[in-house]
């Protein structure tokens, strides 16, 4: 069945990297998102990488995905106060263009 | 500017009372969703729509309706709401002319139902 599963807090000193992890259990998923929702607003695609791939960075963000063990990580580089949100690690399958699997999300807080 | 676009974006009802959110895009998308946000269950698939008249069941679709008449909207109704449809509510738009498969979200609804 299809199960996306992430822890539900994460705090962190500003300037400190931030390491968010998810698992998910549907081996044909062809894309695995991060999305970002800040207090009070809707959601924002932060990156995403493609089933095929490893690694994507792009300027503080880290994808890594391990296709194995069915885990991606979203790592934030010198996070800042403006990071602090809640993080949606999402996969959607082959074909899936109609729907989105998300996990329950990670609050991330960031204190000086 | 294209964006997905709901309204109310706050509202607070009575148990029994029907109403509607609507949703409109203004990317002509063929494929429109509604979503359902409750704390430490993430986001769940209400209802979805893969083109005008064409509908079909999510995960938790149960005291929801839809209609997709036209391609830019796709509204919610609840004929009878309950408390347990207090939650936070996201519509989204897709196209397989998308790259990455990405799904463009509306702002929200939060609804209360008392």
């Known amino acids: 069945g299809e199960d996306v599963e992430q822890s539900l807090f994460l705090s962190v000193r500003e300037g400190d990297s931030s390491v968010i992890n998810c698992t998910y259990t549907?081996?044909?998923?062809?894309?695995l998102y991060w999305y970002k929702q800040e207090p009070g607003a809707g959601l924002q695609l932060l990156t995403y990488?493609?089933?095929?791939?490893d690694m994507k960075q792009d300027q503080r963000l880290t994808v890594l995905l391990n296709k194995k063990d069915k885990h991606l990580s979203l790592r934030i580089a010198d996070t800042q106060t403006g990071d602090s949100a809640i993080y949606f690690c999402a996969e959607t399958l082959s074909g899936g263009y109609n729907k989105l699997i998300f996990g329950a999300g990670t609050r991330l807080a960031v204190h000086p | 500017e294209a964006q997905v676009t709901q309204n109310p974006r706050y509202l607070i009802t009575v148990t029994g009372k029907k109403l509607t959110v609507t949703c409109s895009q203004n990317m002509n998308h063929e494929y429109m969703s509604w979503y359902r946000q409750d704390p430490g269950l993430g986001l769940r698939q209400i209802y979805y729509s893969m083109n005008v008249e064409a509908t079909d069941k999510g995960d938790v679709p149960e005291g929801y309706k839809v209609s997709r008449k036209e391609k830019r909207n796709f509204p919610l109704i609840l004929e009878s709401p309950s408390p347990n449809q207090t939650s936070l509510y996201f519509c989204a738009s897709s196209s397989p002319s998308v790259p990455n498969n990405e799904q463009f979200f509306g702002p929200g609804t939060r609804l209360t139902v008392l």
């Open positions: 549907d081996s044909s998923s062809t894309y």
């Open positions: 990488i493609f089933s095929n791939m």
